[in-house]
């Protein structure tokens, strides 16, 4: 009987060597980033308690949280009617204490209560960890992702909110990506619902505006109607979603619209501070006030943040905002925290269609020294140790084998640098050093190898 071809879950990837390269180089500038804003690195455990979890993120986030069964018999207890009713929502939560993260910003405000007599506030932090999600796999979506997140927490100043789009900014001009920033705020969208007069259907209204790119303005409009929101009102919100202002048009139609609304006013008043502010240091990356930007996450209550590549249509790259209470649900009122995401793997799927990854992060031994036999073998590994002392990443052929072969390794592992050590070369301690791009070989001295790789590494 034959057995099945070995496989993983959908919506998870196994990485080649050169693929976790490149993500370490996205990784790294990341992180490399962080740390130049002082931000501290933290990390969390890939499951909490189910209760953690449950509830932060809106009806929809709640359904793809990946839940873990009870260890042991964990059928145990639960009640024949629970267990008869088919209803999963009912069954699991008696079944299922733990649950893998949805998101890094919720376990960070667990984090922060838990430790918070060891942080001093306002609390830098940044993240770069694993997350899980019961998604439908599709193009730059997967179930299980790598997220990059950067918060400050435990001050409400506005100049916070432009850190983060400066770190932004600097990020995506590192990796080489051209991105828009968009920016809005929550009270904004508050004050508009407020103005039509449907205020109680604040939570519907941003989660269906939130679908207005992908599903366009009519769909948007459909189910704005369906969700109870009288025609009028949504006559007046189409030219507002679909404006193609500059942003001082945008905040100048914003404040006569919201005239006489104290919370969309304030929203206004916040997304002014922060423009103001960015002129101050002018972010290479298109900042844009877009109003039917909305973040469906629950949690957020004021500027919010959604980044897009120019270049190829992948959904965000980036995004967050801030979070006036999310730690009053684990009982520490009060603290507001802005926070960022970076979507490392539709990063990556940008960079790869663009071709901006550099060549040299796939390059992993620089140079392959050739085994001719045991006594070339023995002197080599001399010089293999001095060659990685002097930081050259270096490997020795593990077999005497036809040159053909060991050549063809070099080849097929990018290796740029091939060693030739016989007889004659161990006699006089004159090496020959084969350029593998360029076919180029050159007689160097034992002394000089490390130094020929490296100067040509760096150019």
Same mark, same amino acid.
């Given at each position: 009987m034959a057995k099945d071809k070995p496989s993983i879950p959908k919506g998870t990837r196994d990485f080649l060597p050169v693929e976790v390269a490149r993500r370490n180089y996205i990784f790294n500038t990341i992180r490399n980033v962080y740390q130049l804003y002082g931000f501290k690195p933290i990390e969390t455990p890939a499951m909490e308690h189910l209760a953690t979890l449950m509830g932060k993120y809106g009806e929809e986030g709640d359904r793809l949280i990946f839940k873990i069964l009870n260890s042991g018999d964990f059928l145990s207890g639960l009640p024949d009617d629970v267990l008869q009713s088919k209803q999963p929502a009912k069954i699991g939560a008696r079944i299922c204490e733990k649950a893998l993260? !949805?998101?890094?910003?919720? #376990?960070?405000?667990?984090y922060v209560v838990q430790h918070q007599h060891n942080i001093t506030f306002p609390f830098r932090r940044y993240q770069i960890q694993p997350v899980w999600r019961a998604d439908k796999p599709q193009k730059g979506r997967y179930r299980e992702f790598f997220q990059c997140d950067g918060d400050i927490i435990g001050n409400d100043s506005m100049i916070n909110e432009v850190e983060l789009v400066n770190i932004i900014d600097d990020v995506f001009y590192r990796l080489g990506i051209d991105v828009i920033i968009k920016i809005n705020n929550r009270k904004i969208l508050a004050g508009i619902v407020e103005k039509t007069g449907y205020a109680d259907k604040f939570i519907v209204f941003t989660t269906i505006i939130d679908k207005l790119e992908k599903a366009g303005i009519e769909k948007v409009s459909q189910e704005l109607a369906r969700a109870g929101i009288g025609g009028d009102a949504i006559e007046t919100l189409k030219p507002l979603l679909q404006m193609q202002a500059g942003n001082n048009d945008k905040i100048n139609y914003l404040r006569e619209l919201l005239k006489g609304v104290d919370v969309g006013m304030e929203g206004v008043n916040e997304v002014v501070e922060v423009l103001d502010m960015l002129k101050e240091v002018k972010p290479s990356s298109e900042v844009d006030l877009d109003v039917s930007l909305a973040r469906g996450l629950d949690y957020y209550t004021s500027t919010i943040i959604e980044v897009k590549s120019k270049d190829v249509a992948i959904g965000s790259v980036?995004?967050? +905002?801030? !979070? &006036? &209470?999310?730690? +009053?649900v684990f009982g520490m009122e009060g603290l507001s925290g802005v926070g960022i995401s970076f979507g490392a793997e539709r990063i990556y799927d940008v960079m790869l269609e663009k071709d901006l990854f550099p060549e040299k992060i796939e390059t992993f031994t620089q140079l392959l020294i050739v085994n001719f036999g045991k006594k070339e073998q023995n002197y080599c590994l001399s010089i293999a140790? *001095?060659?990685?002392?002097? +930081?050259?990443?270096? *490997?020795? !052929? #593990?077999?005497?084998?036809k040159m053909k072969k060991q050549m063809q390794y070099a080849d097929k592992n990018n290796i740029p640098f091939v060693l030739i050590v016989g007889e004659e070369e161990m006699k006089s301690g004159r090496l020959s050093l084969k350029n593998m791009k360029t076919g180029e070989q050159v007689v160097v001295g034992k002394e000089e190898v490390g130094r020929s790789v490296l100067n040509s590494s760096e150019s």
């Open positions: 993260r !949805y998101d890094l910003t919720v #376990p960070f405000a667990r980036c995004g967050g +905002g801030r !979070y &006036d &209470d999310l730690t +009053g140790k *001095e060659l990685r002392g002097q +930081g050259v990443q270096c *490997e020795i !052929y #593990p077999e005497h084998a």
